[in-house]
């Protein structure tokens, strides 16, 4: 099961040539998908030859290929992770027994509508993200946002073999329904938030995938420790791919921080008006950018108290971070949790049962995993001698859904007055001034080598190549 059929008009690891029926349904999909990747796939470059990476097994030493590829033929399809035979189920309420390999009746609906949740963010990532290759800051960047938008792609295939597998024509109909939704469209929109904002600019690309696709890494290792084992098997190697984007924004951060640091040395000053005149990209303008992008990313884990996501833990279907090396019963009966709330203007604790606060303890993995991050890029100023630290602004700030939804907080975590937050809200989000001038900044750079001058040079090229590699064959 390791190695993937690429003899197929669908690539798999999952015998698909054995159901015919099912064969026959996703190659009806297939021309669909592919309709929809011409329309809202990357603007402009369908005859571009990409320097992807393709995965060839699911080993998870030696899994991948690469070489010159046209996108639209990019061989999308479907991939699992061995099974175990032997899997049990290792939370909630069937603890012990063994790992569905089919949905069970009881929990047929909410299965559904967490494959559908998560398929859903995967095309709308490529939809905000369409008119991005136009103003690529280098080659390099462009191909690394290619790989992004084409494992995106597989990712939706990997959802949607499962809703074609186990869910029969709901599950056609939800597949359809995947392709037809548009980020940001004010009548057919994406499922979640933060997948119908727009990402204008490589700074909100780089914050996306560092902030955004690190949503996706807990999300999936929550789901990877689920008891229907095909999903578990599917988001497990899905993780394998999200690295890479991860490392496209915090890399890409790194770098558009080094930049400047070397700017701020060179002209010896930290003033934004003479930073911004130089063209690079003011720290304080940084720092904003990661308050929207953190706040906006932390309310995709949802409602800080949520029957649901007690139901789906108790029930198997989705897991904590890391459910196997935590030491408790793995079924929370009687076990509490501390939230934050809202009282007379303060924020204050209050303990609640964990079972109903399961999003609190994804987002609070999820903080601490984002903060690791944040320190590196501090470790960047610290080397170049600039005293500015960035930090990520408190869980309550900005937030639009759940106990702190309206509440208005300071990214140093004070409740604070509506004539407040009017008066410092241009210090704490992206004004529009910010995003014109960063908008201003960018233009594709086309030359192998060459970067923008907003951004420093990665140390290193992809798959051992030098960076003046052509990475993208503009044909």
């Not at 963010?121 to 103003?135: D, F, I, M, W, Y």
């Not at 955004?212 to 990877?224: H, I, P, V, Y």
């Not at 992809?462 to 960076?467: A, D, K, S, T, Y």
């Amino acid at each position: 099961m390791a190695s993937i059929n690429y003899s197929e008009k669908i690539p798999n690891n999952v015998n698909l040539s054995d159901d015919r029926t099912l064969q026959r349904a996703l190659e009806q999909w297939q021309p669909n998908f592919l309709s929809w990747w011409g329309d809202m796939g990357p603007e402009g470059s369908h005859g571009f030859d990409v320097y992807l990476r393709t995965a060839v097994s699911v080993d998870p030493s030696g899994w991948a290929h690469f070489d010159h590829v046209k996108m639209p033929d990019y061989r999308w399809g479907i991939f699992l992770t061995p099974g175990d035979a032997d899997r049990k189920i290792h939370f909630g309420e069937h603890k012990g027994e063994a790992a569905w390999q089919d949905v069970p009746g009881e929990h047929r609906a909410n299965l559904r509508r967490i494959i559908v949740t998560q398929g859903d963010t995967e095309p709308a990532s490529v939809e905000q993200q369409r008119h991005l290759g136009l103003t690529a800051p280098s080659m390099y960047d462009l191909r690394n946002l290619f790989q992004v938008n084409v494992e995106e792609g597989r990712h939706l295939w990997a959802m949607v073999y499962l809703l074609h597998r186990y869910f029969g024509r709901d599950g056609r109909e939800e597949a359809e329904a995947l392709l037809g939704r548009r980020s940001g469209d004010e009548d057919n929109p994406r499922i979640l938030g933060a997948f119908n904002e727009k990402t204008p600019d490589w700074l909100a690309f780089y914050m996306f995938t560092y902030f955004t696709d690190r949503d996706g890494k807990f999300q999936l290792s929550a789901l990877a420790e689920s008891g229907f084992d095909p999903l578990a098997r599917t988001t497990k190697f899905m993780l394998t791919e999200e690295a890479h984007h991860m490392f496209v924004g915090e890399s890409g951060v790194s770098r558009v921080i080094a930049r400047t640091a070397q700017v701020m040395n060179e002209l010896k000053t930290d003033d934004v008006a003479k930073l911004r005149a130089a063209g690079v990209i003011d720290l304080p303008t940084i720092q904003r950018y990661v308050n929207f992008h953190y706040s906006v990313t932390i309310d995709l884990f949802g409602a800080d108290q949520s029957s649901n996501a007690a139901i789906f833990y108790s029930s198997g279907l989705k897991g904590r971070y890391e459910e196997s090396k935590r030491d408790d019963d793995h079924q929370l009966n009687g076990q509490m949790y501390r939230l934050l709330d809202v009282d007379n203007g303060r924020l204050v604790e209050r303990e609640v049962p964990m079972l109903n606060a399961m999003n609190e303890v994804l987002r609070d993995d999820y903080i601490k995993d984002s903060v690791a991050g944040v320190n590196r890029w501090n470790k960047v100023l610290e080397k170049a001698g600039i005293d500015f630290r960035l930090t990520v602004p408190h869980k309550a700030f900005n937030r639009q859904i759940g106990t702190f939804a309206g509440v208005r907080v300071s990214p140093d975590g004070r409740v604070v007055s509506e004539a407040e937050w009017a008066a410092h809200e241009r210090e704490w989000l992206p004004s529009a001034e910010d995003r014109a001038y960063v908008a201003s900044l960018m233009g594709r750079v086309t030359e192998p080598g060459k970067f923008a001058n907003w951004i420093a040079p990665p140390p290193l090229g992809i798959n051992r190549q030098p960076i003046d590699f052509e990475y993208v064959r503009f044909n």
